[in-house]
């Protein structure tokens, strides 16, 4: 994305991985007979990158597993704990969810019964943070999100278009300040103009807070966009067949999409992507 391949190759001393997975699978029903092995020895290391962090894009087709590995480094039943394996966040297994980790769904996840501010602020709340501090730092995040502070704060949910709702998630999750931001298709949903604005903003964004992201997407454009890497999904069972490191991004969405290089990502991508599918076809 627009981080540089020169930082991320660059030592980082003894500080663990971000997130480490070791030979990790994940049988849903196990002993029975609707077991389903989600995804099978998947093993990847992500680096804790200080004043940078990373962005990781996961690719591939639906019942990969993409969902799954975010879930378990959520520590979110029923995907956590791995059925074996281990996962690591920072150095630490995870033994469930934790402030240092944040996620933003694909299906705007909001309360319906909050305003736009009372949603942004849920996090600073649980905290215990005094109200006048949560409501001043909320009104900041929803300005860097893209949304009036004054016209849209006490909104609900119901008054908001898709890509709103998904700038009130970004901000309620952002203001966590989380090491980690696990994002599941946030912009599945959107349409194509939007999501290339949305995927702006993030990029302007993980700029500001400097987190380790890891981005679940179908888009092979968005993956090449966004990801400094892209681990590339096979299914039956799900596993990671390739990771493939992904030149910088200096332009907008828009404007990376008429560059050469981009071009030539996508194609070699969409094709890995198509015989990954015919490969899970066959008897």
């Avoid at 093993?43 to 639906?62: R, W």
């Avoid at 990029?203 to 892209?230: K, P």
């Avoid at 907008?252 to 996508?266: D, G, L, N, Y």
């Amino acid at each position: 994305m627009n981080g540089t391949n020169a930082a991320t190759d660059a030592a980082t001393g003894d500080a663990p991985p971000a997130v480490e997975f070791r030979a990790v699978t994940k049988i849903y029903g196990a002993a029975t007979a609707r077991q389903y092995t989600a995804i099978s020895d998947v093993s990847f290391s992500i680096p804790d990158l200080p004043e940078h962090g990373e962005f990781s894009s996961f690719l591939g087709p639906s019942g990969c597993g993409k969902s799954t590995v975010l879930r378990l480094i959520a520590g979110l039943e029923p995907q956590h704990p791995p059925t074996s394996g281990t996962v690591r966040a920072l150095g630490m297994e995870v033994t469930g969810p934790g402030a240092d980790r944040g996620m933003v769904f694909q299906d705007y996840s909001s309360f319906d019964n909050r305003t736009v501010l009372d949603n942004v602020v849920f996090g600073l709340e649980c905290r215990g943070v005094p109200r006048h501090r949560r409501e001043t730092e909320g009104l900041e995040w929803i300005a860097r999100v893209g949304l009036d502070p004054k016209r849209d704060r006490a909104k609900y949910p119901h008054e908001l278009s898709g890509g709103m709702r998904q700038r009130v998630a970004i901000a309620r999750t952002l203001i966590l300040r989380p090491r980690i931001i696990l994002m599941d298709e946030p912009f599945g949903a959107l349409d194509p103009a939007t999501r290339l604005d949305m995927q702006d903003l993030l990029v302007r964004l993980w700029r500001e807070v400097q987190a380790t992201v890891l981005f679940v997407t179908h888009s092979v454009e968005e993956a090449v966009y966004l990801g400094d890497r892209v681990f590339v999904m096979a299914t039956t069972p799900g596993r990671i067949i390739q990771e493939i490191r992904m030149p910088s991004a200096t332009a907008s969405a828009r404007e990376t999409q008429s560059e050469p290089w981009f071009h030539e990502k996508v194609q070699a991508l969409h094709e890995r992507i198509e015989q990954v599918e015919a490969d899970a076809k066959r008897p």
